[in-house]
């Protein structure tokens, strides 16, 4: 918003930023609530005039400070400072606009080779959190909530005797990103996701490119930044590899703003950037970020993250966030054709490094591009093994100084006994001076002399002969020699055969290998064991000079397996087997012994068993018997001895004949008084061998002999191969109306079956009319209108009537008529979804929809709080509450007429779109719709008679999610005539 030259009222000034031009008088109610003000220069404005915009959380920037000003051209509370207590955004390592946890093992500071007077400060609008182990903050903190671990994870670098962290500080505005506002400053616009893998040439400081993507960013692959430009999405930025940007100056070249949030999708990801998100970053363990974090949440650290400060260029800063750097100043361009000088680093790194970085620094900006090639030869490093050949083009564009060339540095592990390098050659120059043609890039190497190890190991005895292996800590650049011989241990000359020699491990390799002859026998015996030696090493050094090497006997193990049948099959086979084929005969000697079976039940065995060379199983085979009487399963064993040519496993088995014997059960039944008879199943588990008979007795409940039914009682008898028999009884037919009433069918005495279930209910169904009231009472019930066509209802002297959306809900009931009685009703008197406080049972418990928490997490939960009519309710809360709600059923059979009656208040209930419903089992109707807002406490009642059922079902159900406020029910009942 521009303000003019005028005087003005608060009301003039209510854009969140806003530029005042010169010759402006205001005063200071005027700017109070800016977000962000800028003043023009000779903006007639004093110290006090101005103190409102930083109270309400505005930052102010002066160009061309007026009298009075700091030299930040700032004010804080009427009084000019030297500087702020709290720096803008841009000037923090990380900014949280929420609570910022630290997790173990987060490191925050200050990009190395920047200034010494720099710290990686943090900022916190919530609480700072620490947890774990490993957290260093190189800097201060400022938070406005509590901190929650040490304050001893900050170490600032700069003036580390001041006080560490600062707490309820002043907040720092950090205005929400919307993307599209600045898309017609793109310098390109892409209409998609945009994936990025490559190398890419991006703007000037004066010019800097600025992509607006309506969409999220992604990598494919390795990606680097040449030049100065911003990356604007709408959708999240996804970095699944390293984004280098081409920096030699002291400031970040790149940066990364989205309405979302960054991701990193891999481990060991190197981001360097400026990143500003609306959403919650998620970084991965071992992701680096070279630049900063402004974030509108907190920062998900997955693991040992690092953010490294690196302060944001004006290239970044002026055309979004004009207050984000104050002095920061783009290079001045040479236009008179004179060819700057071109400088090249000679870097040495650590061969842990991952890359060296060649930098390019040109002595002035200059109109012209200049281009040159370049590629690495090698020198006592080699490609390949060392580091990753390279070559190519450098175009470096108008009014850059400064270039980056990377190469990948292997992280191996080869003794090198010293630096090695290589060089990158340039050659092509085009409008530049080439102060040296080449680039010495040295690598240091970090790894330790060899140490050899005499491994311990096996060899199995039918394989003639076997290897030891002797091996490296680390390869070695070098060959690397020494003396070996073996010696005995519990193995014998008649085990193996002695060998001894030297040996050579070559340049780059880890190990060697010595052969050694083992011999074969066909006894079955322990492992036994021999020594390697090493001796007289050259080229590196001793850890272990000694492996133990274990001849494992090949013979195979005998093992009998447990085995079980049902007693009608008649036979059972005994598996004995081998862990593996041998070339040796194998005999062993097997005999049974009783449990709990005798030879009644099964024939005893025992004699010998022959494994002929290559087999690896037999069977003993036994017969068992059968007879007609239930009773347990029966055990005997059987076991193996006198084993030879094998180890034994596993000796015993335990064979079990199971009875079989079937369970007989009776089903309950159901019939109506006009019927005449009831008939009960009475079935067996299984199809039975021998007759099986059971004896049956009627006994009284709620049913009485002779008045509900007649008595009955007699046996039911199983031929072979029958399972199912049906016992009849006779019920009686009056014309009283009652109750369905329940009478019991018990089972005793079975012979040749087990026991079942062995009781049956019996329910007589009334099938007589209810009897015509003698009067009624006149009562009137609540009647509720919703908006858009919702359910209207009245009752008067029994008579209802509702309609519906959808108009399926209407009824009328005759005074005179009546049904069964039932009273649901639900208080929720208690904190739990299984309330009844009725006269009858609801059918089962409230059902969530939606979610599964639970009567106390959740969207939907039972609550105590004032919004409640009986003290508790059911809460359903609107905010990502789509499809979340409660349904429950009742059953009705037998009702005439139904009324459901419910208590519902809204609080500040928006956005969301939900349903009372009502249901007789399928399909559902609109009983009412709830509006948005508040609204007092009422007593809703609907005529649900069209809706009688076994399984009538109401429910409340949230269609849509809203933004916030909550919707309260209580007193839930159905009634019934």
Not at 327 to 345: E, K, R, V, W
């Amino acid at each position: 918003e521009m303000i003019p030259s005028a005087s003005h009222s608060a009301a003039d000034i209510a854009a969140n930023y806003a530029v005042v031009e010169s010759g402006t008088s205001m005063a200071a109610a005027h700017v109070s609530g800016a977000a962000a003000l800028l003043l023009s220069k000779e903006t007639n404005m004093s110290p006090a005039q101005v103190k409102n915009a930083l109270i309400a959380m505005a930052d102010a920037r002066v160009f061309g400070a007026p009298a009075g000003t700091t030299d930040k051209g700032l004010w804080i509370g009427g009084e000019a400072t030297a500087s702020l207590n709290v720096p803008p955004f841009f000037q923090f390592a990380v900014a949280s606009g929420n609570t910022l946890n630290l997790n173990g093992g987060v490191h925050v500071g200050v990009e190395s080779g920047l200034s010494s007077t720099m710290n990686g400060n943090i900022y916190s609008t919530g609480d700072l959190s620490f947890e774990g182990s490993g957290n260093l903050v190189e800097g201060f903190g400022y938070y406005r909530g509590d901190l929650a671990g040490s304050s001893s994870s900050f170490q600032p670098r700069y003036n580390p005797a001041d006080q560490a962290v600062h707490q309820r500080v002043d907040e720092i505005a950090m205005p929400y990103l919307n993307a599209d506002s600045f898309s017609n400053l793109a310098t390109t616009n892409y209409g998609n996701s945009l994936f990025l893998s490559g190398d890419y040439a991006l703007g000037t400081c004066l010019e800097p490119a600025i992509w607006h993507v309506n969409g999220t960013v992604e990598t494919t692959g390795p990606v680097t930044f040449t030049g100065y430009g911003i990356i604007i999405a709408t959708g999240d930025i996804k970095v699944g590899h390293d984004m280098f940007t081409a920096i030699t100056g002291d400031e970040s070249q790149l940066g990364l703003y989205t309405e979302g949030k960054l991701e990193t999708t891999a481990s060991h990801a190197d981001i360097a950037a400026q990143v500003y998100t609306n959403g919650t970053p998620v970084l991965e363990d071992g992701t680096r970020i070279l630049g900063s974090i402004v974030t509108q949440g907190g920062v998900d650290f997955k693991g040992s993250a690092e953010v490294l400060y690196r302060p944001a260029s004006p290239a970044l800063t002026e055309p979004i966030w004009p207050i984000g750097n104050w002095d920061g100043a783009c290079p001045q361009i040479d236009t008179s054709g004179a060819l700057p000088d071109l400088a090249i680093s000679n870097p040495t790194v650590d061969e842990e490094a991952g890359t060296a970085r060649v930098d390019l620094q040109l002595s002035f900006a200059t109109s012209q591009t200049i281009s040159l090639n370049y590629q690495t030869v090698d020198g006592t490093a080699e490609a390949g093994r060392d580091y990753t050949a390279k070559s190519g083009t450098v175009t470096i564009p108008a009014g850059s100084t400064t270039w980056t060339l990377f190469v990948p540095i292997s992280a191996e592990t080869v003794y090198e006994a010293g630096p090695e390098n290589f060089t990158m050659q340039f050659s092509g120059e085009q409008n530049v001076n080439l102060l040296s043609s080449a680039a010495v890039v040295t690598i240091e190497d970090n790894d330790p002399v060899p140490s050899i190890t005499a491994k311990n190991g096996s060899i199995g005895e039918g394989s003639g002969s076997g290897n030891a292996t002797i091996s490296l800590s680390n390869p070695s650049q070098f060959p690397i020699s020494f003396d070996y011989g073996t010696s005995s241990g519990t193995a014998s000359s008649h085990d193996y055969t002695d060998v001894a020699g030297s040996l050579t491990i070559q340049p780059y390799s880890s190990s060697a290998q010595v052969s050694i002859p083992v011999a074969e026998d066909p006894m079955p015996e322990p492992s036994e064991t021999l020594t390697m030696a090493v001796t007289n090493p050259q080229g590196a050094t001793i850890a272990d000079a000694s492996g133990t090497i274990s001849i494992t006997d090949n013979e195979p193990s005998i093992r009998i397996h447990n085995k079980s049948v049902d007693e009608r099959d008649g036979t059972m086979s005994i598996r004995v087997s081998l862990s593996h084929a041998s070339p040796y005969e194998i005999t062993a000697t097997y005999a049974s012994s009783d449990g709990t079976a005798g030879t009644d039940r099964y024939d005893a065995i025992s004699g010998a068993l022959t494994f002929p060379a290559g087999t690896t199983e037999r069977f003993l085979t036994t017969n068992v018997y059968d007879n007609a009487v239930p009773d347990s399963d029966r055990h005997f064993t059987v076991a193996l001895g006198n084993v030879t040519h094998a180890h034994v496993g596993d000796a015993n088995a335990t064979a079990t004949i199971k009875d079989d014997e079937p369970h007989v059960s009776i089903a309950d039944a159901a019939a109506s008084e006009a019927a005449g008879s009831m008939s009960f199943t009475v079935s067996l588990s299984r199809t039975p061998v021998y007759a099986v008979s059971v004896d049956y007795a009627s006994l009284d409940a709620t049913a009485f002999a002779g008045d509900d039914y007649q008595a009955a009682f007699g046996s039911v008898n199983f031929a072979p191969g029958q399972t199912s028999k049906q016992v009849t009884v006779s019920v009686v037919n009056d014309s009283e109306y009652e109750r369905d009433e329940m009478f019991t069918v018990m089972l005793s005495g079975a012979q040749g079956a087990h026991m079942g279930d062995n009781g049956a209910t019996g329910t007589i169904r009334n099938d007589d009319a209810a009897p015509m009231p003698v009067g009624t009472s006149s009562t009137s019930s609540t009647s509720s209108t919703t908006d858009g066509g919702g359910t209207s209802g009245t009752t008067d002297s029994g008579n209802t009537s509702g309609t519906t959306d959808g108009g399926s809900a209407t009824g009328t009931t005759d005074s005179g008529s009546f049904g069964s009685s039932y009273q649901m009703l639900d208080t929720f008197s208690s904190i739990s979804f299984s309330g009844s406080n009725g006269a009858t049972s609801w059918s089962g418990s409230w059902m969530e929809l939606g979610e599964s928490n639970g009567p106390t997490k959740g969207k939907t939960r039972v609550v105590s709080h004032a919004m409640c009519d009986s003290g508790n309710c059911a809460r359903f809360n609107p905010k990502r509450g789509q499809n979340d709600g409660l349904s429950r059923a009742a059953d009705l059979s037998g009702a005439t007429s139904a009324t459901l009656s419910v208590y519902v208040r809204g609080h500040n209930y928006n956005g969301a779109n939900a349903r009372l419903e009502v249901s007789s089992g399928s399909g559902w109707t609109t009983l009412h719709s709830f509006a948005d807002g508040s609204t007092g406490g009422q007593t809703l009642t609907f005529d649900i008679s069209s809706f009688i059922s076994s399984n009538t079902q109401i429910r409340v159900k949230q269609y849509s999610a809203g933004t916030g406020g909550y919707l309260y029910l209580d007193n839930v009942e159905i009634t019934t005539n």
